[in-house]
């Protein structure tokens, strides 16, 4: 027998010897973690139970993100919810703009390999690249796992992405998901694992990891995931995760495997209205833009600000673009500050604002116009994801966003 | 229960995600009934003042796609929805449906073909089976662990269920 890494994992929280795909197991949950759109949510559903405590005040961590500083009149009264939560509960991990959920839980140290982690946000898929199983849940659900620290999942199969070669100049970890997203399609791998794996990989950094699981749920997936290497060690070594639920596999049956040759990659781009609806940059170059974003837990780490800033260096924005930059915590806006990044996107005409979700959900920091047209390095464009439903994203790499930015048309970043 | 019962259909295409279900600007009503006069608002802008309880919705692939918002199918469950037929489903979406008491059903694209918009169809909840243009479509049963929280009303009230049956032990 060999199993998967999902297999694996849900195979030891559920307290079982194997699991196949397809069986339903109980599993038992390391980290589960609220933001602040689905607090309230969560804490009505959770008052229905008759348990009156948390199953373990140390394995939930409370965001707010989405709705930093406040939107609306409501914001306000989600933070306190949080507050009075976190407070009459004894949970001690609650961060109120800190930062988005999905830079915060790798960077606090809230997940290490091996673990079962469940948020109420569906890009929590991202924590697979620590080796975790990592997905999202909906409200009713999360107050179940508050109160039981259980949660009842259907093993996945499991697609297999072996990675070779390595990626040429101006192609980065965006590029490679998206290209998987032009094989897979938006649902090619519902209700599937994605593992990957290949000599390649370990010429990924943690963020480039991030980068990918990230955009696993736009495959439609449960969970994607990177088995723990020697770069995971260093990365949970400095954010002081716990390894102790460290699990290895060796040679894993997977039920699909896709060979990609990294070097074969170019720049991509998914065009509007669709994330599957992805092609070469080549073929959109030259449409002009008015507002280019870099930011998101998909694309807003330090590594992705370097490279944009090293293409914004000393340049200026056109007048008709409004380049938004968005750190994905503070620890990366300090980060900028003290590096002088942050002067390079100033200095070119960029708005920096504070951490947090608010362009890439459509509701503050940027929203788009009925004519808009959108360069951004987020996760979806869907019909008015970023405001009008009649506006138009093209989501690509931190690179072209930034070429694309400083030419105030999409432009190839590999390219001068 | 047992009788079979006349339903109308409201057909959907692919890919329709949860911004679509219920837009973002909606989820900050605290009125969940309020909140549902704008359901597929984007697609179907006539859906939610016309909807009728029973009604089912036959969609194409990956319905429910998108964020992990559980207004999506609380709204159309608020609306009187209880049962959605599609070639697949998002797997977030279709875990809140069970978790709140909505049945998702999985079929295949021949039988989607078989739906008209607006059309009737006749349910049969004993024998688990649509009717619909002298065909008979069954529906897959669920696995005993989802039944029983579909039985139970959903999660909640299954979790509560649990907890008392270990309270009397």
């Not at chain 1, 947090?356 to 008015?384: E, M, Q, W």
Request: proline letters at 5%.
């Amino acid at each position: 027998m060999s199993h998967t890494l999902t297999e694996k994992i849900l195979a030891c929280a559920s307290g079982k010897e194997s699991v196949s795909p397809g069986d339903i197991v109980d599993v038992s949950v390391n980290t589960a973690f609220i933001h602040d759109v689905f607090i309230s949510g969560v804490v009505e559903e959770f008052s229905k139970l008759p348990h009156k405590k948390v199953w373990h005040p140390d394995g939930i961590v409370l965001i707010a993100d989405h709705e930093v500083p406040a939107v609306s009149e409501w914001a306000g009264e989600c933070y306190k919810t949080m507050l009075r939560f976190a407070e009459t509960q004894d949970i001690k991990r609650i961060h109120i703009a800190e930062g988005v959920c999905h830079q915060l839980i790798p960077e606090k140290g809230y997940v290490g390999p091996g673990m079962v982690l469940v948020g109420t946000d569906s890009h929590t898929t991202t924590h697979g690249a620590l080796g975790a199983f990592s997905t999202g849940i909906g409200t009713t659900e999360m107050a179940a796992v508050l109160a039981t620290g259980k949660i009842w999942l259907k093993v996945p199969e499991t697609i297999h992405f072996e990675l070779s070669g390595s990626l040429s100049k101006g192609v980065y970890a965006k590029d490679i998901v998206l290209s998987m997203l032009q094989i897979l399609g938006a649902e090619g791998a519902t209700y599937k694992a994605i593992e990957i794996t290949g000599n390649a990989v370990k010429n990924l950094t943690m963020a480039d990891r991030l980068t990918i699981c990230n955009m696993g749920v736009e495959m439609g997936a449960k969970n994607a995931l990177f088995a723990p290497d020697d770069i995971t060690m260093a990365y949970i070594k400095s954010s002081g995760a716990d390894a102790s639920y460290l699990v290895n596999v060796e040679s894993p049956r997977y039920s699909q495997t896709i060979q990609m040759n990294l070097s074969e990659i170019k720049p991509m781009l998914a065009f509007p209205k669709g994330v599957d609806d992805v092609h070469p940059v080549d073929e959109a170059i030259g449409t002009e833009i008015h507002e280019a974003f870099i930011g998101s837990c998909t694309n807003g780490r330090y590594e992705d600000f370097v490279v944009a800033a090293n293409i914004i260096r000393g340049k200026k924005v056109p007048g008709h673009v409004r380049l938004i930059i968005t750190p994905a915590s503070m620890q990366i806006y300090k980060r900028l500050i003290e590096d002088g990044l942050a002067m390079d996107f100033i200095n070119a005409g960029a708005m920096i604002t504070n951490p947090g979700c608010g362009l890439c959900y459509g509701k503050h920091g940027g929203v788009l116009s009925r004519t808009d047209v959108a360069i951004a390095s987020n996760n979806r464009n869907f019909p008015g994801r970023l405001g009008h439903k009649d506006s138009q994203v093209y989501l690509a790499s931190p690179a072209t966003v930034a070429r694309s930015a400083v030419y105030g048309k999409i432009s190839a970043p590999d390219r001068e | 229960m047992g009788e079979t019962m006349q339903t109308k259909v409201w057909k959907f295409t692919d890919d329709i995600d949860t911004d679509q279900i219920i837009a973002t600007q909606y989820l900050v009503n605290p009125d969940i009934n309020d909140m549902a006069r704008y359901a597929m608002e984007i697609p179907k802008p006539e859906f939610a003042s016309s909807v009728q309880t029973d009604d089912i919705i036959v969609a194409r692939n990956n319905f429910g796609c998108g964020s992990s918002r559980e207004q999506a199918p609380l709204v159309l469950k608020t609306l009187g929805v209880k049962m959605i037929l599609a070639v697949s489903f998002a797997r977030i979406f279709y875990r809140n449906c069970i978790n709140l008491g909505i049945r998702p059903y999985e079929i295949k694209l021949s039988q989607y073909n078989l739906f008209d918009d607006q059309s009737a169809v006749t349910y049969d909840p004993q024998m688990n089976y649509i009717g619909v243009k002298n065909e008979t479509i069954s529906l897959n049963p669920f696995p005993p662990f989802v039944e029983s929280i579909l039985a139970a009303g959903g999660l909640i009230a299954h979790v509560t269920q649990q907890f008392n049956a270990n309270q009397e032990k």
